[in-house]
């Protein structure tokens, strides 16, 4: 399914190359399947250079439309910096991963330090996005011990606060908090 949907839609042609954000958001879901698929005896090296071949490829579409995703100053700007902060720490070997890398940590700790108040609440009015970006700031975390850094104080500060945020607005039987601001399935 994944080789289909990839020859599917060739990079740049059609709506699911539009959005840097949408792009960006694919590039956890294929490292993901380079991870799974290697321990497969089906997996052969061809495999292997098509599912990187394709990353680098999402990879190198977010960064000549960042300006779109900077100027939005939302989700978009954390999607874009993690899709290139994931590919430059999960495939260092290649020579844009150092460079997408720290351009990634970069902007993510500018996002999470601007876009959370002291109070935790997020620059989207949206349970729907805050959660969004909660889940995007765990792939960050991860990504960030397994290269081995910590994240700086501040980001650390506002992400605990956003967390208290939204935990105090859910209800603790059903996880669920009221469906405030816009709520576009993004989540």
Partial sequence: HLKHFLQANPP???PNWASGQEVALRIPALLFA??????SPAWVNEDRRFLISS???HARRILPTFIYARAQNNNHLISEALGLYLVGVLLPEWPESERWRNFGWRWL?????????LSGCYVQNSHNYHRLMLHLALLFARAAVQEGRRLPP???ERLSA????LWERMDPWSGEVPNYGHNDGSN
Avoid at 34 to 39: H, K
């Fill in 55 to 57: 990353i680098l490829t």
């Fill in 12 to 14: 740049g042609d059609g």
């Fill in 154 to 156: 501040w980001t650390q």
């Fill in 109 to 117: 700790n500018w996002a999470f330090q601007h876009q959370i108040t």
């Fill in 34 to 39: 380079l991870q799974v698929f290697q321990s």
């Fill in 162 to 165: 956003a967390v208290s945020w």
